[in-house]
């Protein structure tokens, strides 16, 4: 494994599929399920909505702890961040838009 200076703590990686990196991805469906059970039981006249917001931050919570406590056995630390490529290839300026003829010059469309 090629070693881009930081290989000895955690940076997540789209690309690996150990626990941790996958464990990120749980925060959405969580908190989406956690609404939906919050807006039934308000429906069910069990618990108002209004009233719930620390439920959803202790779901919220736990699933940060299980994401920092998740093992990463086996874990592929991201390649190095290659800035974009200059425009054009070799550097300069984009070139100019293309111009219409039909326009006049004093056209919204010419003033932007």
Request: charged content about 10%; glycine content about 12%; hydrophobic content about 35%.
């Amino acid at each position: 494994m090629a070693d881009y200076g930081y290989s000895d703590y955690y940076v997540r990686n789209r690309a690996c599929h150990c626990p941790r990196c996958a464990a990120h991805w749980l925060m959405g469906p969580a908190v989406l399920v956690t609404v939906g059970v919050l807006f039934l039981l308000q429906q069910l006249h069990v618990f108002p909505f209004g009233r719930s917001f620390p439920i959803l931050l202790i779901v919220i919570g736990l699933v940060k702890i299980g994401q920092r406590s998740a093992p990463d056995m086996g874990h592929v630390q991201p390649g190095p961040y290659s800035p974009p490529a200059s425009y054009p290839p070799g550097g300069g300026a984009p070139p100019a838009s293309p111009t219409i003829s039909g326009n006049p010059s004093n056209s919204e469309a010419n003033r932007g």
